[in-house]
Nanobody, 125 residues
Framework: QVQLVESGGGSVQAGGSLRLSCAAS????????MGWFRQAPGKEREAVARINTVSRSPYYADSVKARFIISQDYGKKTVYLQMNSLKSEDTGMYYC??????????????????WGQGTQVTVSS
């Protein structure tokens, strides 16, 4: 089993920054893909970013490109999401996700096996 624990959420004004962290524990040797999703009230969970933990190849949703950066601790199953130039539409619950094996090109909820409990991000305008 794999456990994911997120931290770093909070409230910030538009234009500000936050950094989210996600630490994986348990049987993590098979995990080669980790990512971040978010869900706003009344909306579906959507992909934000993901990274192949072997190649470090990243993916970003169009809505966050050039503002968010996903990174990892080398050799660890810990990923970060640096969020800059935050907008009110970035508000939501942010979830860390992990997948056994490598990343699929399609980044969606169905392609991930493990989920964290979520951390709230609120951006006020």
């Amino acid at each position: 089993q794999v456990q994911l624990v997120e931290s770093g959420g909070g409230s910030v004004q538009a234009g500000g920054s936050l950094r989210l962290s996600c630490a994986a524990s348990g049987f993590t040797s098979s995990i080669n893909c980790m990512g971040w999703f978010r869900q706003a009230p009344g909306k579906e969970r959507e992909a934000v970013a993901r990274i192949n933990t072997v190649s470090r190849s990243p993916y970003y949703a169009d809505s966050v490109k050039a503002r968010f950066i996903i990174s990892q601790d080398y050799g660890k199953k810990t990923v970060y999401l640096q969020m800059n130039s935050l907008k009110s539409e970035d508000t939501g619950m942010y979830y860390c996700a992990a997948r056994r094996g490598g990343c699929y090109s399609a980044v969606n909820v169905a392609n991930f096996d493990y989920w964290g409990q979520g951390t709230q991000v609120t951006v006020s305008s």
